[in-house]
Nanobody
Framework: QVQLQESGPGLVKPSQTLSLTCTVS??????????WSWIRQPPGKGLEWVGA???????YYSPSLKSHTSISRDTSSNQFSLQLSSVTPEDTAVYYC?????????WGKGTLVTVSS
């Protein structure tokens, strides 16, 4: 059973960088041909795919967020991370990590990140 757990600060100030880490257990993030995604849900809105990192380290980003998004990984720790720079209050959301790029089969529980001064 694959399990994912998000971690990171729950409060970020405007213009700063939001950093989250997803720790994966029960499966390796380097296993072919899996993708590992970040998805977010702003309060009262639907799910928004942020981006993904593939088993081979390739990265993919939402066009609307690409300019200030970076996804990386630490294979020794079986973790992948999200960095969202120059955040605004509109980046306030529950952030989820999940396995998959289109059809996600395993999800973390999500973590609320609030952007506020």
């Amino acid at each position: 059973q694959v399990q994912l757990q998000e971690s990171g600060p729950g409060l970020v100030k405007p213009s700063q960088t939001l950093s989250l880490t997803c720790t994966v257990s029960g499966g390796s993030i380097t296993t072919s041909y899996y993708y590992w995604s970040w998805i977010r849900q702003p309060p009262g809105k639907g799910l928004e795919w942020v981006g993904a990192i593939a088993y081979d380290g390739s990265t993919y980003y939402s066009p609307s967020l690409k300019s200030h998004t970076s996804i990386s990984r630490d294979t020794s720790s079986n973790q992948f991370s999200l960095q969202l720079s120059s955040v605004t209050p509109e980046d306030t959301a529950v952030y989820y990590c999940a396995r998959g790029a289109y059809d996600m089969d395993y999800w973390g529980k999500g973590t609320l990140v609030t952007v506020s001064s």
